[in-house]
């Protein structure tokens, strides 16, 4: 009879589902690729947000999953609706990076109950974007502590002014905040222990924006790296919230000390990439620069420097470039090798242009 027992409860085991936190070799999994275009919008079209659908689109690890949208619906984000969030689940809660648009909030949220119905605890924001930030308050209010760099914090407090504003929801504001150390980049501000999970808050020099955080998971090997690198269209440093292509040189120079080579990189927007997929893209911002210094030393107009096609030997192998997004990196460039403007309060006063 004993002997019966131990051989019944020795094939229950078997049978049970093993949880494994970390990196295995069939990770990560990419679930729906983002779209490739090319697309096109009528003039005048809405984001029609009703349509958008959120889903699991990549797994890093067992219980590390990443969302995003539909394809070809979002003018600013075609290949995929608005901008990448993570969730990190098990039995400590729920870790979320960045909570995507506040019109797609509930879409979101079911998404995660799809996968996890653990309390949500941690919320990080990687920068202040409202594809990255917009549901905020929404996920505070599921019980979410929202950490985010100190810049961040501000931008959110003090919005550029656009006409009407709704008032402001402090329970969207980040609470606990941290700052970018010049004399250690790289080091983790916040290091979370959770569901088997090392997760590192790094905050990062002025890239993107002057309020950026990458956030390392370190078992799954992978590391969320936000929007300082793009491969749909061209590159876009936000001047005005303190962003910089140069900082964005300096992002891709620390990202190639912290990854290994199979360290998977996931930014806020495109496909998923390694280390070595950001040094075609590094070696562009660098070949811009100083061929838009040259046209500029010689009195060009920003006109006469957008007329000359600078980026045409990286338009083949760009996906989803559009004239307009050349024309914001060509623009970015010219402002930036001459006269750029002081960052006062992780702001810019950049100049207008006709």
């Known amino acids: 009879m004993r002997k019966?027992?131990?051989?019944?409860?020795?094939?229950?085991?078997?049978?049970?589902?093993?949880?494994?936190?970390?990196?295995?070799?069939?990770?990560?999994?990419?679930?729906?690729?983002?779209?490739?275009?090319?697309?096109?919008?009528?003039?005048?079209?809405?984001?029609?947000?009703?349509?958008?659908?959120?889903?699991?689109?990549?797994?890093?690890?067992?219980?590390?999953?990443?969302?995003?949208?539909?394809?070809?619906?979002?003018?600013?984000h075609p290949d995929a609706s608005v901008g990448r969030a993570m969730v990190l689940f098990g039995p400590d809660g729920i870790l979320m990076v960045d909570t995507e648009n506040r019109q797609v909030a509930e879409k979101t949220l079911s998404a995660i109950r799809s996968f996890a119905n653990g309390p949500i605890k941690v919320l990080v924001n990687t920068h202040v974007h409202s594809d990255h930030t917009g549901a905020n308050a929404f996920f505070a209010k599921q019980g979410a502590l929202i950490f985010s760099q100190?810049?961040?914090?501000?931008?959110?407090l003090h919005p550029p002014a656009r006409g009407a504003q709704p008032a402001l929801d402090m329970s969207g504001i980040p609470a606990a905040t941290y700052n970018y150390n010049p004399s250690a980049p790289g080091q983790p501000?916040?290091?979370?222990?959770?569901?088997?999970?090392?997760?590192?808050f790094i905050p990062m020099m002025p890239s993107h924006t002057a309020g950026d955080t990458i956030v390392?998971?370190?078992?799954?090997?992978?590391?969320?790296?936000?929007?300082?690198?793009?491969?749909?269209?061209?590159?876009?440093?936000?001047?005005?919230?303190?962003?910089?292509?140069?900082?964005?040189?300096?992002?891709?120079?620390?990202?190639?000390?912290?990854?290994?080579?199979?360290?998977?990189?996931?930014?806020?927007?495109?496909?998923?990439?390694k280390k070595t997929d950001l040094l075609p893209y590094r070696a562009m911002l660098v070949d811009?620069?100083?061929?838009?210094?040259?046209?500029?030393?010689?009195?060009?107009?920003?006109?006469?420097?957008?007329?000359?096609?600078?980026?045409?030997?990286?338009?083949?192998?760009?996906?989803g470039d559009t004239q307009q997004s050349k024309d914001r990196f060509v623009t970015e460039a010219y402002d930036e090798v001459k006269d750029f403007p002081a960052l006062v309060d992780g702001k810019r006063t950049m100049p207008p242009h006709p």
Not at 227 to 255: C, E, H, T, W
Not at 290 to 305: C, F, H, M
């Open 4 to 76: 019966h027992l131990l051989l019944l409860l020795a094939a229950l085991l078997t049978s049970l589902p093993v949880m494994t936190w970390g990196q295995e070799a069939r990770y990560p999994i990419e679930v729906i690729p983002p779209g490739k275009g090319p697309y096109t919008f009528p003039q005048g079209y809405q984001t029609p947000w009703d349509k958008i659908q959120i889903m699991v689109t990549s797994k890093m690890s067992p219980n590390l999953f990443v969302l995003h949208g539909s394809e070809g619906l979002e003018p600013a």
């Open 150 to 156: 100190e810049n961040l914090r501000n931008e959110m």
């Open 189 to 200: 501000a916040v290091t979370f222990n959770m569901n088997g999970e090392t997760v590192d």
């Open 216 to 273: 390392r998971f370190r078992k799954a090997n992978a590391i969320y790296i936000e929007d300082f690198y793009r491969n749909f269209g061209y590159p876009f440093a936000d001047q005005a919230n303190g962003g910089s292509i140069k900082g964005m040189l300096d992002a891709v120079d620390l990202i190639e000390r912290l990854a290994g080579p199979n360290t998977t990189l996931i930014p806020g927007h495109g496909t998923l990439v």
């Open 288 to 319: 811009i620069l100083a061929k838009v210094n040259t046209l500029r030393d010689q009195g060009k107009s920003l006109k006469e420097v957008l007329a000359a096609n600078l980026t045409a030997p990286y338009d083949k192998t760009t996906q």
